[in-house]
């Protein structure tokens, strides 16, 4: 089982819509998550941290679920500019490298 | 100023060559790495660096080698090249608690083609 999955999408989700995606870690001692975000052709950026009580910025709500070993980000009222892919990041003690896990990245395009 | 930049942005060289890409961060962060971005996205680790510890992906072919001349720079030095080496190449630098705050900064990329 790889340590991070994601849906790769597309999704394509009309603007306005609410679109949520999930993404599963396999790492039971994983102890932070977070979002990046990357556009097409550019380097990926951090979006949002993901606490254990659920966090919101702005239109972008991230929830962590540590029984079943997911996280999701959920998106209110899609912009065109929210095209992007989401990439779930999941860090390890002593996992990797560095022990931050990136995972492939769900795909969202939002349609006019 | 761009915090983390790299260069050359894009490289096309053939197989067999020895190519180098570098990166300098000025946002005075302890530690660097170099990622790896495939065809199909997939960003992987290859390298983190600090003043005291280089991290080795041991998935990383020894053709790949890091040389930092100083805390601000991480170039990654590739020799005989192949075309499976064909990537978007990242720097990326973070302070030591970087897993607190999940924070990477990463350049631009290189994107680097071997025919």
Redesign the interface.
């Known amino acids: 089982r790889k340590e991070v999955e994601q849906d790769p999408g597309p999704f394509n989700v009309p603007e306005g819509a609410t679109v949520a995606f999930n993404c599963t870690y396999s790492n039971s001692a994983s102890?932070?998550?977070?979002w990046y975000r990357q556009d097409c052709?550019?380097?990926?950026?951090?979006l949002m941290?993901v606490y254990s009580s659920g966090n919101e910025d702005g239109r972008f709500t991230a929830q962590l679920n540590r029984a079943s070993q997911y996280i999701s980000l959920l998106i209110r009222d899609s912009k065109l500019s929210d095209s992007a892919?989401y990439?779930c990041?999941v860090?390890t003690e002593g996992g990797?490298?560095?022990?931050?896990t990136?995972g492939?990245?769900t795909h969202l395009i939002i349609q006019p | 100023d761009t915090a983390v930049s790299q260069t050359p942005k894009y490289l096309v060289t053939q197989m067999g060559n020895d190519k180098s890409i570098k990166c300098e961060q000025n946002l005075g962060h302890d530690t660097m790495y170099w990622y790896k971005q495939d065809s199909k996205k997939f960003l992987k680790i290859m390298f983190s660096y600090n003043n005291k510890e280089l991290i080795i992906n041991e998935t990383v072919p020894n053709r790949f080698s890091p040389k930092s001349p100083d805390k601000a720079h991480l170039n990654l030095h590739i020799n005989s090249l192949e075309l499976g080496d064909s990537a978007v190449y990242f720097c990326a630098s973070s302070q030591l608690d970087f897993k607190n705050t999940g924070e990477l900064f990463f350049g631009e990329g290189s994107r680097l083609t071997v025919l």
Not at chain 1, 96 to 100: M, S, T
């Open positions: 102890q932070s998550f977070f052709r550019k380097e990926p950026k951090l941290s892919t990439l990041v860090t990797g490298a560095d022990g931050l990136f492939k990245g």
